[in-house]
């Protein structure tokens, strides 16, 4: 199937540093990226929906200045979390999308630590 | 608007025993089904999906999920699980009312004790 990858797969950084979180899709182009979020022991939360050279479209409550997100090309897209705080801590997991009916592929996540 | 609910947050059972993971959907069109597998530290990986035709779907590893219609359900089931199937499952729907952008249920959290 499609391998989408992430990186770094950890990280752990200072409270007010910028961190940037790279998601490629190794085998194929994808029209579509999904940035989510996941607390521990809980679903994902869906932060935003990047296309390819379109600025991405951010969910209700999620800062897009904090978030930075850019599509630079058809597969890859980073999320830059700036002045990182603790509370920003978590797991940040990335999927690709080439359009078929909604099925999407998923990157092996980023475990962000703040402190 | 479209939504998924998964009814067990913990399914604990011992190995070789049956499970079954339920799955309730809610959409005004057409869906499309998916079920994913978490495992510790990881992303999601697909488990199996539905699209289109036979409403049985089934895994490479033994699972399988039945769309219902008029249940609006997709359950997922697994005859007899290993110790190895211990992990988070979630249960995605998509569909064109939702730009098919899929909404996830919260997860299930099968625990297989030996």
């Known amino acids: 199937g499609a391998v989408v990858s992430q990186h770094p797969s950890r990280v752990i950084c200072k409270s007010g540093t910028s961190v940037k979180i790279e998601c490629r899709s190794l085998?194929?182009?994808?029209?579509?990226m999904f940035w989510y979020r996941q607390f521990p022991k809980q679903s994902l939360m869906l932060m935003a929906t990047?296309?390819?050279?379109?600025?991405?479209?951010?969910e209700q409550g999620v800062e897009k200045d904090k978030f930075l997100i850019n599509h630079a090309s058809l597969t890859l897209s980073t999320l830059t979390v700036t002045s990182a705080h603790p509370e920003d801590s978590s797991f940040y997991i990335c999927?690709?999308?080439?359009?078929?009916?909604?099925?999407?592929?998923f990157g092996p996540g980023t475990r962000l630590t703040v402190l | 608007a479209q939504s998924v609910t998964q009814l067990d947050s913990q399914v604990p059972v011992f190995e070789e025993a049956p499970v079954e993971l339920r799955c309730n959907y809610s959409?005004?069109?057409?869906?499309?089904l998916f079920w994913y597998v978490q495992y510790p530290n990881q992303g999601l990986q697909l488990l199996l999906k539905?699209?289109?035709?036979?409403?049985l779907v089934e895994s490479i590893n033994g699972f399988e999920a039945e769309f219902n219609k008029s249940q609006t359900s997709f359950h997922l089931r697994k005859p007899s699980v290993h110790i190895s199937d211990t992990a988070e499952y979630f249960c995605?729907?998509?569909?064109?009312?939702?730009?098919?952008?899929?909404?996830f249920g919260r997860g299930t959290s099968l625990i297989v004790h030996p």
């Open positions: 999927s690709a999308s080439a359009g078929h009916m909604g099925e999407q592929f």
């Open positions: 085998d194929f182009q994808a029209t579509t």
């Open positions: 990047s296309n390819e050279g379109s600025k991405a479209t951010y």
């Open positions: 959409s005004s069109v057409s869906v499309y």
């Open positions: 539905y699209l289109s035709g036979s409403t």
């Open positions: 995605a729907v998509s569909s064109s009312g939702g730009s098919y952008i899929p909404t």
